[in-house]
């Protein structure tokens, strides 16, 4: 016999394998199997149905009515760090209202402890009332996701704690925070809390709503994190501060600059 | 005449958190200096971050005062430091900002510009308007905050220049002076706040 088996010969012990098993075997297997495409093709409804709500909630503005019998929005926020977390800190103190986002939780990087203070330096409860400066809703929890990949890390380690990252983020998402609106601003450590965001909405474990605010910088060409949300069509809303990258179904938004009409 | 001279004028030069030594060696080259001195500026302060400290400051001094060779008499004092945790009292002292292109820079200098110059009335506009200079990094290739500077250039918020060694230029020089900028009053940041109330699907 020879050692060096032809894909065809691989084939075969296959088929011998199964034989060896009986039918039932093999009818158990095809039932299995069924079940799994008639799952796997509702999963796939289920998401173009949400790509497909998602689309006209983009184009309406508004969340359709099949959502509006809410009795709470929890709201995640995630903060990018840096320049990032200067525009999302003042993006959310012109939110009013604020009974209506409630509970607000926050999502920053592990090593991001700078954003951490920022927040609690501007939180309205620490803020004696009456002053005109800056404020923020009340919020919940601040959550810390590992990154990724810190700075000089090897790519080999990378592979694992990227992992590590991309399931802590499930985790938190799918079964612990279940929030029904995000606001997301980026850089790409967003991407991953937007893609289980969807999947919560997908499962039905939340409403999901995703709000993506493109930063102020960017001018004439949308952010990679951006371009990537815009192709996949998961944002509810997608703002953009500037004409010059706007598209349709996209909100222009006035927040840093007044533009002329 | 007299009151005037002694009225103090202020360039305020800062880098941020960059490595921008091209900047930092043209505003301290004589030909600028002396530029700055025929336009009546009195003082200097320059935030020079992570890179050499400017060629007019001998090592370990902070504060001092240049004298031009050419224009007798006059000098210029000078102040450096590399960072401040908040940057607002040089900003606002200024009467003219030379800044990096980061955006961070940019729009705390534009808002500081508003603050001074919602206040001037006609008569004192043209010679006390508060102007902010952004100077791009020629030495950063692909360097995407070019593009806000831009924007708020071609509209008249900024004057911007693609190269540091423009600064020598007394041409350049002379477009700062008579650049009149467009006053930066801010957005509408309840814009937001609005837009999510009404996709939550309620009216302010």
């Known amino acids: 016999m020879n050692f060096i088996m032809s894909p065809l010969d691989e084939f075969k012990t296959d088929v011998n394998v199964m034989l060896l098993f009986g039918k039932e075997f093999r009818i158990v297997l095809i039932k299995v199997l069924g079940i799994f495409c008639l799952f796997l ?114 790519y080999l380690t990378s592979i694992f704690t990227t992992l590590y990252s991309i399931f802590y983020t499930a985790h938190l998402i799918l079964f612990e925070i279940q929030p029904d609106l995000l606001l997301i601003n980026g850089p790409g450590t967003c991407l991953p809390v937007a893609l289980w965001t969807f999947v919560a909405r997908v499962l039905r474990l939340s409403r999901g709503n995703i709000i993506f605010i493109e930063s102020f910088c960017r001018v004439k060409t949308l952010s990679l994190t951006g371009k990537i949300l815009w192709i996949m069509g998961i944002t509810d809303m997608f703002m953009v501060h500037w004409h010059e990258v706007l598209q349709k179904d996209m909100i222009l938004l006035d927040c840093f600059i007044e533009h002329d009409p | ?130 102007k902010l200079i952004v100077v791009i990094n020629d030495e950063l290739m692909d360097n995407h905050q070019i593009e806000l500077a831009e924007a708020l250039a071609s509209r008249n918020y ?22 009149v900028p467009k006053d930066y009053k801010g957005g509408n940041l309840s814009t937001f706040g609005s837009l999510l109330n009404s996709f939550m699907g309620f009216k302010d």
Not at chain 1, 123 to 144: A, E, F, T, V
Not at chain 2, 18 to 26: A, G, N, S, V, Y
Not at chain 2, 94 to 116: K, N, Q, T, V, Y
């Open chain 1, 41 to 154: 093709s509702m999963i796939l409804i289920r998401i173009f149905l949400v790509l497909r709500e998602i689309k006209t909630q983009r184009q309406m503005r508004r969340i359709i009515s099949s959502q509006m019998n809410m009795k709470r929005t929890k709201t995640l926020v995630v903060l990018g760090s840096g320049g990032h977390t200067t525009e999302m800190l003042h993006l959310l103190s012109s939110i009013q209202h604020e009974e209506v986002y409630s509970p607000i939780d926050y999502i920053v990087a592990s090593t991001d402890t700078t954003s951490v203070k920022r927040i609690e330096a501007l939180n309205s409860s620490n803020l004696g009332k009456g002053k005109k400066k800056m404020s923020l809703p009340p919020h919940q929890n601040i959550y810390q996701i590992p990154r990724s990949r810190e700075v000089g890390q090897s």
């Open chain 2, 1 to 130: 005449m007299n009151d005037q001279q002694k009225k103090p004028k202020i360039v305020f030069v800062t880098v941020g958190t960059t490595l921008f030594d091209h900047l930092i060696e043209e505003i301290s080259s004589p030909p600028f200096l002396s530029l700055l001195l025929e336009g009546d500026f009195t003082q200097l302060i320059v935030q020079y971050g992570k890179g050499k400290t400017p060629l007019f400051a001998p090592s370990s001094q902070e504060k001092g005062s240049y004298i031009d060779p050419k224009t007798k008499g006059k000098s210029l004092d000078w102040e450096i430091y590399k960072f401040k945790p908040s940057l607002h009292a040089d900003m606002t002292k200024a009467d003219l900002i030379i800044s990096h292109a980061g955006a961070g820079s940019i729009m705390e200098g534009l808002a500081s510009c508003h603050e001074r110059n919602k206040i001037l009335d006609n008569n004192e506009r043209n010679s006390l308007l508060k």
């Open chain 2, 158 to 179: 900024l004057m911007m220049m693609n190269n540091p060694i423009e600064l020598q230029d007394k041409e350049a020089f002379s477009r700062i002076v008579n650049f």
